[in-house]
């Protein structure tokens, strides 16, 4: 029997990462010169003492599935318990994809009552944070929650992007709104639930029986908890927590990470997020090169210039290039002389000679047009071709050509 078993919802298209998931499901995109998005959670909740996991894939899981492997960089290669992945998978009668969340966690009710759980945590493969879910499990326990929701403040402006929640004086919701367009409460969801598992099963099963629902959590089976006076309770949160499901929130908090300011420490050693890393060999920085305020990860070379950028490994910056304010993702190529500005260059892309993609928004005469450049896996920028900001590149772009 396990007190807790995880349950991480890794199967969304992603579609509002464009061409960055493309060939690759949302978790896997890497983040932060040596991780994927993945990490995040995983490492959380090993951290957190949460040893049995299972990772709900669906959409484009090759890259993902082949990342977690066995789970031994998170410690999670248990003989009972670790690191499980769980696709849809052919029944007896039919074969069906996930329908929406709470379909995804139905359809694996046999997965989670092998370890005869007292609870459930569910999570979101798609959010940069560090989080003790141990001590969010004590709340969920002193307050005989059914159901407690980690939940942090937004901006007004920003509350039509999450669930919402008001709650009273000790905490318990009272009220649930998913992407309200007016409101007065300020208290987003983060995506991360723990339910009583008696109580969880119960309202699949109604969920799963109600042919109009769009089985979603957000949707569907929180407001039907409240409405049949299930205990509800907002857990409060006040450390760093990113959704990086858009290109702009991505490349944000790539940013972030060179802030000195910011609370997100991935170098903390009591809370170590791990990551299976690829062992390459030191990165090289040549003579004449110039570095300030980037992270560079192993296998790198840099003989151009960099300035707050983020390296992942294997990447190269050649003689005389320029790279501002920029991610440069796993095995991506900026040759001599080329130019990027404000852009995510993806896996194994490569920016020829001369080459200039994006643009810094002070040299823009419209800058309502400005956005993050985006060059997506295994393309390339001919020669001296010229890539606008916020353009998504998805296909290669010949020599002396514009995107």
């Given at each position: 029997m396990k007190e807790c078993v995880a349950m991480l919802l890794a199967g969304g298209q992603g579609s509002r990462l464009y061409a960055l998931t493309h060939k690759l499901a949302k978790p896997?995109?890497?983040?932060?010169?040596k991780y994927r998005i993945i990490d995040f959670p995983l490492s959380n909740c090993v951290n957190s003492g949460i040893d049995t996991v299972g990772i709900l894939t669906q959409?484009?899981?090759?890259?993902?599935?082949?990342?977690?492997?066995?789970?031994?960089?998170?410690?999670?290669?248990?003989?009972?318990?670790?690191?499980?992945?769980?696709?849809?998978y052919q029944k007896a009668t039919r074969s069906d994809w996930y329908k929406g969340t709470a379909n995804a966690i139905y359809q694996n009710i046999n997965f989670i009552e092998r370890y005869n759980p007292q609870y459930v945590l569910i999570l979101s493969g798609d959010h940069i944070y560090k989080m003790d879910y141990d001590k969010m499990l004590d709340f969920h326990k002193e307050t005989k929650a059914d159901c407690t929701i980690a939940v942090l403040e937004v901006p007004m402006e920003e509350t039509n992007r999450f669930g919402i929640m008001t709650t009273d004086k000790k905490g318990r919701i009272t009220k649930f709104e998913e992407k309200p367009k007016k409101t007065e409460s300020t208290l987003a969801s983060m995506g991360v639930y723990i339910f009583t598992?008696?109580?969880?099963?119960a309202a699949l099963e109604k969920d799963e029986a109600d042919k109009n629902s769009e089985n979603d959590f957000g949707k569907n089976i929180i407001p039907d908890m409240l409405a049949t006076k299930r205990r509800l309770m907002a857990y409060p949160f006040e450390g760093y927590w990113k959704d990086v499901g858009t290109i702009d929130s991505l490349w944000e908090a790539n940013m972030d990470l060179l802030d000195p300011n910011m609370p997100l420490d991935v170098w903390d050693p009591s809370w170590k997020i791990y990551s299976r890393?690829?062992?390459?060999?030191?990165?090289?920085?040549?003579?004449?090169?110039?570095?300030?305020?980037?992270?560079?990860?192993?296998?790198?070379?840099?003989?151009?210039?960099?300035?707050?950028?983020?390296?992942?490994?294997?990447?190269?910056?050649?003689?005389?290039?320029?790279?501002?304010?920029?991610?440069?993702?796993?095995?991506?190529?900026?040759?001599?002389?080329?130019q990027v500005n404000y852009a995510i260059i993806a896996e194994d892309a490569v920016i020829q000679k001369g080459a200039v993609v994006g643009a810094r928004p002070e040299h823009m005469a419209d800058v309502s047009k400005w956005?993050?450049?985006?060059?997506?896996?295994?393309?390339?920028?001919?020669?001296?071709?010229?890539?606008?900001?916020?353009?998504?590149?998805?296909?290669?772009?010949?020599?002396?050509?514009?995107?």
């Open positions: 896997a995109v890497p983040f932060g010169g959409y484009q899981p090759l890259v993902l599935n082949d990342y977690i492997g066995n789970g031994q960089p998170w410690d999670l290669d248990r003989l009972y318990g670790g690191v499980h992945v769980l696709p849809p598992w008696d109580k969880l099963k890393t690829a062992g390459r060999p030191p990165h090289y920085i040549a003579s004449g090169a110039r570095v300030e305020n980037s992270m560079i990860t192993e296998g790198c070379t840099v003989e151009g210039e960099l300035e707050s950028v983020v390296l992942f490994a294997g990447a190269k910056v050649g003689r005389d290039a320029v790279v501002r304010d920029s991610i440069i993702m796993p095995g991506a190529v900026v040759e001599d002389g080329a956005g993050v450049a985006v060059v997506a896996e295994g393309v390339t920028i001919g020669a001296g071709a010229k890539v606008p900001p916020k353009a998504m590149v998805e296909q290669d772009v010949k020599d002396g050509d514009k995107a």
